[in-house]
């Protein structure tokens, strides 16, 4: 790989974004009335334009509202506002963030009491509005220390932040305000997810040559991003991996990546995979060749199917010395017509599919082997190919929910794709090792050792990733394809 690439672990949807997300997809799958949402749901186009092909679109200012869903922003709106949609006949769904209804929550408070709310944050944003709805007439918004300097004197004033507020911003704010009131109740309401993402920018920006920062051109957070970024190296904003271009990485080396909280983890994989394709680019015509082959080599699901009836055939040659081309046949066939199937991850029919292709093997090895060798062969089998049925769906977190898939990791990123992880970890080293015991063939079980072995540097990469991209998926064909072919070899040779 031409660049060093470093993905933001804390780069994608925010707790509070998913949440939103979700109550709309679910709102979207359950009910047949119209769905609208209160200006864009979030601020970024592709999954904008992904509900739009599940009909769901911002509501029109003069549309009528009534037996209609209206789902409510994660930035939350003005009371008055939700009050109004109701007495419409909406059928409200209020999506606002908890972390933002805990702001709204504190300017409410305040405003009761006639205490004057200041707002550090960006005028016109969505969540600065629905809290100064909050505030009635006590409100006013500050963006930055300048502007707080010109605040006038006062005897007691509630200081909150806009929850994707830079923190040194706010603090430098804070300072001044204090010299301006005697009280001054401030509350910190920077979101967690927000300050670790800043952390993790800052970071990562300081030990790369540019940092890619992907969001919509509207997102606030995604800007400060890229203005923190681009204080440690050099920062680019993008909303799509179309908007990179190879000059981007003129002299560059080491490449990170973060998202906004609005940003699809899709979005960012295809990122990642256009600077992989640039880099190789970089090597020549050669390089770029062999890399687009690689990427074929992953994405034909032939090739996957053959190197499973490949990894079976040699071991039932291994077990039982025994040549099995058709029962190694019927295994690629049975695995490449189960992906062009188009079937996507359902746990259920991925066992029993699992299962039956491990029976298959288990009918030949019978009649020459022992049964609990006939056993491990079928785990060893139906566990390798369930893991890549695992890993494969891991690329499709997120995007699934969308497009109506629910997949096991769309449902949490981080916690489930950990999970997904160490089953697939579990269950191949239980086989290998399983294999290892059984059998008299050292050269057998050196070679068993190979996909094991690039399983855990596998989990590796999503333990600091969260998630796994196309490249990853070479980790574990490639190793089949070794561990068969290598075997054959061994057995044929010596
Ligand atoms: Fe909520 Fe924080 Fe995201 S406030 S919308 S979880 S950035």
Not at 365 to 394: E, P, Q, S
Request: charged share 20%.
């Amino acid at each position: 790989m031409a660049f060093k690439i470093k993905v933001a672990s804390s780069a994608g949807f925010c707790f509070g974004v998913r949440k939103a997300l979700d109550r709309l997809i679910d709102i979207r799958n359950n009910s047949t009335l119209p769905v609208r949402t209160l200006g864009p749901l979030i601020h970024n186009e592709q999954v904008l334009e992904a509900l739009k092909h599940r009909a769901v679109r911002e509501l029109d200012e003069s549309e009528d509202v009534t037996g209609k869903h209206v789902v409510l922003r994660a930035h939350g709106v003005t009371p008055d506002t939700r009050r109004l949609l109701r007495e419409q006949g909406a059928l409200v769904c209020d999506a606002t963030c908890p972390k933002v209804g805990q702001v709204q929550a504190i300017v409410k408070k305040y405003s009761q009491r006639k205490c004057p709310v200041i707002i550090i944050g960006d005028r016109g944003h969505a969540e600065v509005d629905g809290l100064l709805g909050y505030c009635q007439t006590s409100g006013l918004v500050v963006t930055g220390p300048e502007e707080a300097a010109l605040l006038e004197q006062g005897a007691e004033a509630c200081v909150v932040a806009q929850t994707t507020q830079d923190p040194v911003i706010f603090d430098q704010t804070v300072k001044i305000i204090r010299t301006k009131f005697k009280v001054c109740h401030v509350h910190n309401t920077i979101c967690d997810a927000t300050t670790e993402r800043q952390t993790e920018t800052m970071a990562l920006a300081m030990e790369s040559d540019v940092m890619i920062v992907v969001g919509g051109k509207n997102s606030a957070n995604t800007k400060r991003l890229a203005d923190i970024a681009g204080k440690n190296c050099k920062a680019v904003m993008i909303q799509s991996a179309q908007d990179l271009s190879p000059n981007d990485f003129e002299g560059v080396k080491r490449v990170a990546i973060t998202a906004g909280a609005s940003t699809p983890a899709w979005v960012i994989r295809e990122v990642v995979e256009r600077i992989r394709v640039i880099g190789w680019q970089q090597y020549g015509k050669t390089a770029s060749l062999v890399y687009q082959m690689m990427r074929l080599f992953n994405t034909f699901s032939l090739i996957w199917a053959t190197g499973l009836g490949l990894l079976c055939y040699s071991l039932l040659l291994a077990l039982t010395g025994v040549s099995a081309w058709p029962t190694a046949t019927a295994v690629a066939f049975l695995v490449w017509i189960w992906r062009i199937s188009g079937q996507r991850f359902n746990p259920g029919l991925d066992i029993g599919v699992s299962a039956l292709l491990a029976m298959l093997p288990a009918i030949h090895v019978y009649k020459h082997t022992t049964a609990l060798h006939t056993a491990l062969a079928a785990v060893f089998l139906g566990v390798v190919f369930f893991n890549r049925l695992l890993l494969f769906d891991c690329l499709n977190v997120q995007a699934d929910k969308i497009s109506g898939h629910i997949t096991l990791p769309s449902l949490n990123k981080k916690i489930l794709t950990k999970l997904v992880v160490i089953v697939c970890i579990g269950l191949t080293l239980l086989a290998v090792l399983g294999l290892i015991w059984l059998t008299t063939d050292p050269v057998i079980a050196f070679l068993l050792i190979i996909p094991a072995g690039f399983t855990l540097f596998l989990s590796r990469r999503m333990k600091t990733q969260g998630w796994c991209d196309l490249y990853d998926l070479l980790y574990l064909d490639g190793p089949v394809w070794m561990t068969a072919l290598l075997t054959m070899l061994f057995r044929i040779g010596f």
